[in-house]
């Protein structure tokens, strides 16, 4: 079993920058490909952006090419997506997922355990 938390949420205005991170315990880092995902109120959750295992991989929904990055920290167990050039739109639940597996992706169902989410506002 895995426990994943997020952090780092909180309320930004439009342009600016929020760093989240998710922890992870009860696993091996290294060997689970981990994900970011989000959720309006109202709306579908949709893949954001996932790394691989190794963390040499990554990938990226369209509209956050260029602003977010995802990176992780196996040593540490953590995983943290850059969020820079924040839009209105961007405003959402961000969870934190991991699945038992190398490759990034964020096709949702892959993907095991998942965290509890934390609140970006993204102020125009």
């Known amino acids: 079993q895995l426990q994943l938390v997020e952090s780092g949420g909180g309320l930004v205005q439009s342009g600016g920058s929020l760093r989240l991170s998710c922890a992870a315990s009860?696993?091996?880092?290294?060997?689970?490909?981990m994900g970011w995902f989000r959720q309006a109120p109202g709306k579908e959750r949709e893949g954001v952006s996932s790394i691989s295992s190794s963390g040499i991989s990554t990938s990226y929904v369209d509209s956050v090419k260029g602003r977010f990055t995802i990176s992780r920290d196996n040593a540490k167990n953590t995983v943290t997506l850059q969020m820079n050039s924040l839009k209105p739109e961007d405003t959402a639940v961000y969870y934190c997922?991991?699945?038992?597996?190398?490759?990034?992706?964020?096709?949702?169902?892959?993907?095991?355990?998942w965290g509890q989410g934390t609140q970006v506002t993204v102020s125009s």
């Open positions: 009860g696993g091996i880092s290294s060997d689970y490909a």
């Open positions: 997922a991991a699945r038992r597996g190398p490759g990034a992706t964020t096709i949702q169902a892959l993907y095991n355990y």
